[in-house]
């Protein structure tokens, strides 16, 4: 996905130089109208080759979905009354684990999803787990019990989400970005998969 935003926007600032090229060279004889629509693609060129090269670095870390996919397995292991710990295992061999107060594992993500014009370009919908935490049953313990939370987002310069929920402008790219969560209960230690689909997440356990 991103490697076709960087051709696009690769070609599109080389056109641009072209055209400020044939634009100078217009302008040097003296040709008024042809320079100045030249200079028009060019300068159109240049923004497009800004558009797609912003685009490229706002979605680096998200995963394209076009089908239900494991964004992580989990192993937890109960450490006493409402306390466990989280063994996360994403899919490019990352691990890292997690001490959590609760009943159950919760992880939420952003989700971006594209309009059917800008999936000609290789953008799909796409997402990115944001955060992990513990979440307890009874909303009494939720309101006065320890919280734990932790982000296991990757941090980037741009981040697509966070630009269009900023920038109205971005509307006619994005058809939708949301979060999506979900948690499932624990009452001993298990193995689960973290899915994502088009639709939102879930949580699956694995059986031995």
């Known amino acids: 996905m991103e490697n076709l935003l960087v051709l696009f926007a690769v070609v599109a600032a080389l056109l ?9 060279k217009a302008i040097r004889k003296k040709k008024v109208i042809p320079s100045t629509i030249r200079l028009l693609c060019a300068l159109l060129c240049l923004a497009l080759a800004a558009l797609f090269g912003t685009i490229s670095i706002a979605v680096q870390g998200y995963r394209a979905l076009t089908h239900e996919e494991i964004a992580a397995e ?40 594209w309009k059917p014009l800008v999936n000609i370009l290789g953008l799909h919908t796409a997402y990115e787990l944001d955060r992990v935490a513990g979440r307890y049953m009874d909303i009494k313990d939720e309101r006065s019990s320890p919280r ?16 269009r929920q900023r920038y109205v402008a971005l509307s006619p790219l994005l058809d939708a970005e949301y979060g999506s969560a979900a948690f499932i209960n624990l009452d001993k230690a298990a193995k689960f998969e973290i899915r994502v689909s088009t639709t939102g997440m879930l949580i699956r356990k694995i059986e031995p």
């Open 16 to 24: 641009s130089i072209l055209f400020f090229i044939i634009t100078f």
């Open 148 to 163: 734990t939370a932790f982000s296991i987002s990757q941090n980037k310069v741009l981040n697509m989400f966070t630009l």
């Open 74 to 113: 989990v192993r937890t292991e109960p450490l006493g009354a409402k306390s466990f710990m989280a063994y996360f295992k994403f899919p490019d061999g990352k691990e890292a684990s997690y001490e959590l107060a609760g009943d159950s594992l919760y992880v939420d993500a952003h989700i971006l999803k």
